[in-house]
């Protein structure tokens, strides 16, 4: 019988699950899940993209939308996260990332979970929005009652924007809250909940994915030292050494559809309603596409990992999310040159929707 994802065991740790669904059941029922789980590589990809898959639980933000809107949407956020405003960004989480670590510096011991990498995100998105800086400490705590990329619910969120919405509207500045405030999609401004939604996201993907994302990165480098010492020799490594994490260690493992029309996913038709989980998991670790697969190698030549999706819906952040992941390691190596994981501690990914260690303890060095 095909394992489920419903279990402690999946929840610990999910990878042999995966090896099991990838080798024997590449498109299974999981009853319990209420989902078809999708393992290999190419038909994980292929779901990803796939038009009449749409982004599950339902919601206001970008993964939600489709067609013509969704591309109007994007259109509007992109420029926030390209170009000029992306290497404005960047700088400021240079900046940001000097700070903590020196900080972290002067401790004897550190972790660099809550005082690293929860942080340093979160503030570079609340600078993209142009929201006051302190409320990234407001992200951290909304992430941890559940906002993601797909947003959700957030009474706080709502209030906490309303007066930063009322003034943008009335005296837009150079920020990327004001440039959706001001905009227009068919000819009608956002609504102050398209406004939220879309905010939230971007907050979700810098508090939660980006924040576990860079935990697992700087646990892959700590827990690899020879990996560490390749790349603080060669510095130029550091965004190959990103991916090789985000492949091999995804914060999103588990990524829900629902197809809106009967559609074929892993060569199988499936009916309209079916919840489809492709598992950007288990495709990082597919030995059809990646050689020694549970390894983690900056050196890697076969890289493509499907961490920040692919198709139409490809994450908008991916770029910003690497200049973190390097402007922060940078700092760290920087202001921590001997840093080690603390005695007797070993970094513990948890969580299946979204994974990564939640306590990284070190040694400044
Ligand atoms: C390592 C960090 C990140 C990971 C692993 C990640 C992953 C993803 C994934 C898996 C998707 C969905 C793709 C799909 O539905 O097919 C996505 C979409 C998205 N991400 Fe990220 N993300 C990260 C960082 C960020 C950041 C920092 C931001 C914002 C500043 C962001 C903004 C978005 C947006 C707006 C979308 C929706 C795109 C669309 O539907 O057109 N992400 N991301």
């Given at each position: 019988?095909?394992?489920?994802?419903?279990?402690?065991?999946?929840?610990?740790?999910?990878?042999?699950v995966f090896r099991v669904l990838r080798e024997r059941y590449p498109l299974v029922r999981d009853e319990l899940l209420g989902a078809w789980l999708v393992s290999r590589y190419e038909d994980v990809r292929d779901a990803l993209a796939r038009p009449w898959l749409v982004a599950l639980p339902p919601g206001r933000t970008l993964s939600h939308m489709e067609g013509a809107t969704?591309?109007?949407?994007?259109?509007?956020?992109?420029?926030?996260?390209?170009?000029?405003?992306?290497?404005?960004?960047?700088?400021?989480?240079?900046?940001?990332?000097?700070?903590?670590?020196?900080?972290?510096?002067?401790?004897?011991?550190?972790?660099?979970?809550?005082?690293?990498?929860?942080?340093?995100?979160?503030?570079?998105?609340?600078?993209?929005?142009?929201?006051?800086?302190?409320?990234?400490?407001?992200?951290?705590?909304?992430?941890r009652g559940g906002?993601?990329?797909?947003a959700g619910?957030?009474?706080?969120?709502?209030?906490?924007?309303?007066?930063?919405?009322?003034?943008?509207?009335?005296?837009?500045?150079?920020?990327?809250?004001?440039?959706?405030?001001?905009?227009?999609v068919g000819?009608?401004?956002?609504?102050?909940?398209?406004?939220?939604?879309?905010?939230?996201?971007?907050?979700?993907?810098?508090?939660?994915a980006t924040a576990l994302a860079l935990a697992s990165f700087l646990a892959n480098l700590l827990a690899h030292p020879d990996q560490l010492a390749l790349v603080r020799e060669r510095p130029e490594l550091i965004p190959a050494a990103w991916a090789e994490s985000l492949r091999r260690d995804p914060p999103a493992p588990v990524v829900l559809r629902r197809a809106v029309r009967p559609v074929t996913v892993a060569g199988t038709p499936l009916p309209a309603g079916a919840v489809v989980a492709c598992l950007v998991g288990a495709a990082g670790r597919d030995p059809a596409r990646f050689a020694e697969p549970d390894r983690y190698d900056v050196l890697r030549t076969d890289p493509g990992h499907?961490?920040?999706?692919?198709?139409?819906?490809?994450?908008?952040?991916?770029?910003l999310a690497c200049h973190i992941a390097e402007y922060g390691l940078r700092a760290l190596l920087d202001a921590l040159p001997g840093m080690v994981l603390a005695?007797?501690?070993?970094?513990?990914?948890?969580?299946?929707?979204?994974?990564?260690?939640r306590t990284l303890l070190v040694r400044p060095g």
């Open positions: 019988m095909a394992p489920s994802l419903v279990s402690l065991t999946a929840a610990r740790d999910p990878y042999p969704h591309r109007a949407h994007r259109a509007l956020l992109e420029p926030g996260l390209r170009g000029d405003a992306l290497a404005a960004l960047a700088a400021g989480a240079a900046r940001t990332a000097h700070v903590l670590a020196h900080r972290i510096a002067a401790r004897r011991e550190a972790d660099l979970v809550a005082e690293f990498c929860r942080w340093l995100p979160a503030a570079a998105v609340v600078t993209a929005l142009g929201l006051p800086p302190e409320d990234a400490a407001y992200v951290q705590r909304w992430c906002l993601t990329h797909l619910h957030h009474d706080e969120l709502d209030a906490r924007l309303r007066p930063h919405l009322v003034r943008r509207r009335a005296h837009p500045r150079d920020d990327l809250l004001s440039v959706l405030c001001a905009a227009e000819g009608r401004p956002l609504s102050d909940g398209t406004v939220t939604g879309l905010v939230g996201a971007l907050l979700g993907g810098g508090g939660d499907l961490a920040t999706g692919t198709g139409r819906h490809a994450c908008l952040g991916a770029e005695p007797g501690f070993g970094p513990e990914p948890r969580g299946l929707l979204t994974r990564g260690p």
